[in-house]
């Protein structure tokens, strides 16, 4: 269960070396000291893996609880609680997963401190009901103060494993970490009215922790590992999104005859999830993430990211139970709890992927126009989820054709095509996804 590659054994009838082999990575407890920056075919883990998917489960609960209130008409409170909920789930496996991309080391007390946080969020899944509906946020508060606590052990591990400015940051991200936690405890004690008060103010001093604890020292994070948890807790988020609106739509068909109602919604839902698919990963993104600086800013942005994807699944629940009549909302309101999230995913992914590989006007204006034109959709009525999905189905198409004209003119153009353009060419080297080259014909295929 790790991704560092176990030392290649020897062919038979080979001489035996003259050291022993090391064996250091198969014992039970190890130094937490930093990996390598540029570590090869650094991959996600199996822990890493199932970590994910248990963030998952409170992020579902958290959109189960966003539609019951919006569909209750209580949207705005909903909205509210969401965001509050989602931060302390996204936060989380935020922390954990740079923490992971620069110090996993596998052994047996980093499993099971990670097992810890899961646990911790499991406990925080269990209490999303009860912040929604009561407003209590006892466990909510508990299952987030086990992650963060468990996290901060293992930056005093790291600590115990370096010295210098590293050891300095590592005690900087536990100190803050741990100082933070008796703010968050304040939820359970201050008055209604100040809670969300709190909670903003908390939420800030968090995401300060991290730029003040590496300012003197930033740690190794991979930038290949991190690209690829990310866009695998994208797919995961993604996949909750498609199967809270296949539920809603069998419920729906068992509940009401209403077929043509709900093929729309279920046609323009699946082609909104796709579309979104197609355009986050259609550029490769770990080119982009060079320093701490840009890599906070895009890690940071991805709290709108996965809340806006999960949101869709959770617009595409109340879309489907205002066809049928379960929902007490009109027509518009249930087609902007779909029509909002996707243009705002749309915009979010533009910001922290797509405009750094584009180029041209044209290339530039296509996801924030698509989005434009997504919040227009919402006042198609009955249609306004097929009508959003097809025009993000469109966006997908008009930047694939203007990739495959710029790629035929950049070939035209090209010198080698103008000296001998019978010529066939020959295969294009396996570049380092990070060398400039690449990234300049990444730039060519964003959407």
């Known amino acids: 269960m790790t991704s560092r590659t176990p030392p290649p054994t020897p062919p038979p009838g080979s001489p035996a070396p003259d050291s022993a082999p090391d064996l250091s990575h198969r014992r039970p407890l190890r130094r937490l000291t930093a990996r390598g920056r540029d570590e090869v075919h650094r991959v996600a883990t199996p822990l890493e893996l199932l970590f994910d998917l248990c963030f998952v489960v409170a992020i579902a609960q958290a959109g189960v609880q966003l539609v019951h209130a919006v569909a209750e008409s209580h949207a705005g409170e909903g909205i509210l609680n969401y965001a509050m909920v989602f931060f302390t789930i996204w936060w989380a496996w935020m922390n954990f997963t740079w923490f992971a991309s620069a110090y996993d080391n596998d052994d047996s007390l980093y499993r099971v401190v990670t097992l810890i946080q899961i646990s911790g969020v499991l406990v925080l899944a269990a209490g999303v009901s009860r912040a929604f509906e009561d407003q209590q946020y006892v466990a909510v508060v508990l299952g987030y103060v086990i992650m963060r606590v468990a996290l901060s052990s293992q930056w005093l591990r790291v600590a115990l494993s370096t010295e210098g400015p590293e050891r300095t940051m590592a005690l900087r991200y536990a100190g803050g970490v741990l100082l933070c936690q008796l703010g968050w405890l304040g939820l359970l004690i201050v008055p209604q009215g100040a809670k969300a008060w709190l909670f903003l103010v908390m939420a800030v001093l968090e995401m300060c922790v991290p ?55 279920a046609v323009g839902g699946l082609l909104i999830v796709f579309a979104a698919w197609w355009i986050y990963f259609v ?24 809340a806006s994807a999960a949101a869709i699944g959770a617009g595409l629940e109340v879309a489907v139970e205002q066809a049928i009549g379960k929902a007490h909302l009109s027509t518009l309101a249930a087609s902007a709890a779909v029509t909002l999230p996707t243009a705002l995913f749309l915009m979010t992914v533009w910001l922290l992927h ?29 249609w306004a989820v097929l009508a959003a999905g097809l025009v993000s189905a469109l966006a997908v198409a008009v930047g694939t054709t203007l990739t495959a004209r710029m790629a035929a003119r950049e070939a035209r ?35």
Request: hydrophobic share 40%; net charge negative; aromatic share 8%.
């Open 211 to 265: 730029p003040y604890a590496e300012r003197d020292h930033p740690t190794s994070w991979h930038p290949h590992h991190i690209a690829e948890r990310y866009g695998l807790f994208t797919i995961i988020v993604l996949g909750e999104t498609i199967a809270a609106a296949t539920i809603a739509v069998k419920s729906g068909l068992d509940e009401s005859d209403a077929l043509s109602d709900l093929v729309p919604i």
């Open 413 to 447: 153009e090209s010198p080698a095509a103008q000296e001998s353009p019978k010529s066939p060419e020959p295969p294009e080297s396996p570049e380092s996804p990070e060398s400039p080259d690449n990234e300049a014909g990444a730039s060519s295929t964003a959407v």
């Open 283 to 306: 550029v490769p993104i770990h080119g982009h993430l060079r320093s701490n600086k840009q890599a906070f800013v895009w890690g940071y942005g991805h709290y709108v990211a996965f």
């Open 354 to 382: 797509a405009r750094h590989f584009k180029v041209g006007l044209a290339q530039q204006l296509v996801l924030p126009v698509t989005a434009l034109l997504v919040i227009c959709c919402t006042f198609l009525g009955e």
